[in-house]
T-cell receptor, first 119, second 116 residues
Framework: GAVVSQHPSRVICKSGTSVKIECRSL??????MFWYRQFPKKSLMLMAT?????????EQGVEKDKFLINHASLTLSTLTVTSAHPEDSSFYIC???????????????FGPGTRLTVL | AQKVTQAQTEISVVEKEDVTLDCVYE???????LFWYKQPPSGELVFLIR??????QNEISGRYSWNFQKSTSSFNFTITASQVVDSAVYFC?????????????FGGGTRVLVKP
């Protein structure tokens, strides 16, 4: 299947700094990518839908100024956690949608996740 | 609104026992897709199965089997003859907007611990 990468896999930062997480689709183009967040021992919650060339669509309760999403190309979406605080510590997982209308296939591939720890 | 419920938060079994994970979902869509994912301690989600709402056939893949019952809105997952490597968190999920590749609503997950 298709491959989605995330970088970094793990990051530790100080409170107040900003952290950028990259999500790349390695062998397909993704007009849509999704960002999920997972607290320890909890489920995955969708944060936002990232659309190439346009603004991201945020889920209710997610601060768009806090979690900046940029989908500048068909293979890259970035999530920037601005002015991070300890409560932002979490596991962030992205996914990329591989939609091939001509072939009638529509599949979401997940990245390996990024573990963010804010001290 | 879509909702996925996994009532069992944790199941502990001894190796070689069978274990069944329950999943109940709610959706207003007549066409939808259901998924099961495995999340080992490493954190990466491992895709197990995708089923569309029109296909109610049960499926078996090795030691894994799935029972889809549209009448009760359930999509249960059974691991036969469990092994220690099956220890992980398992998530049931539902795609939105009638599209298989669209955003997912996840259940709360069931942690499976298989003891030797």
């Amino acid at each position: 299947g298709a491959v989605v990468s995330q970088h970094p896999s793990r990051v530790i930062c100080k409170s107040g700094t900003s952290v950028k997480i990259e999500c790349r689709s390695l062998d397909f183009q993704a007009t849509t990518m999704f960002w999920y967040r997972q607290f320890p021992k909890k489920s995955l919650m969708l944060m936002a839908t990232s659309n190439e060339g346009s603004k991201a669509t945020y889920e209710q309760g997610v601060e768009k100024d806090k979690f900046l999403i940029n989908h500048a190309s068909l293979t890259l979406s970035t999530l920037t956690v601005t002015s991070a605080h300890p409560e932002d510590s979490s596991f962030y997982i992205c996914s990329a949608r591989d939609f091939l209308e001509r072939e009638g296939t529509d599949t979401q591939y997940f990245g390996p996740g990024t573990r963010l720890t804010v001290l | 609104a879509q909702k996925v419920t996994q009532a069992q938060t944790e199941i502990s079994v001894v190796e070689k026992e069978d274990v069944t994970l329950d999943c109940v979902y709610e959706t207003r869509d007549t066409t939808y897709y259901l998924f099961w994912y495995k999340q080992p301690p490493s954190g990466e989600l491992v895709f197990l199965i995708r089923r569309n709402s029109f296909d109610e056939q049960n499926e078996i893949s090795g030691r894994y089997s799935w029972n889809f019952q549209k009448s009760t809105s359930s999509f249960n997952f059974t691991i036969t003859a469990s092994q220690v490597v099956d220890s992980a968190v398992y998530f049931c999920a539902l795609s939105e907007a009638r599209a298989a590749g669209n955003k997912l609503t996840f259940g709360g997950g069931t942690r499976v611990l298989v003891k030797p």
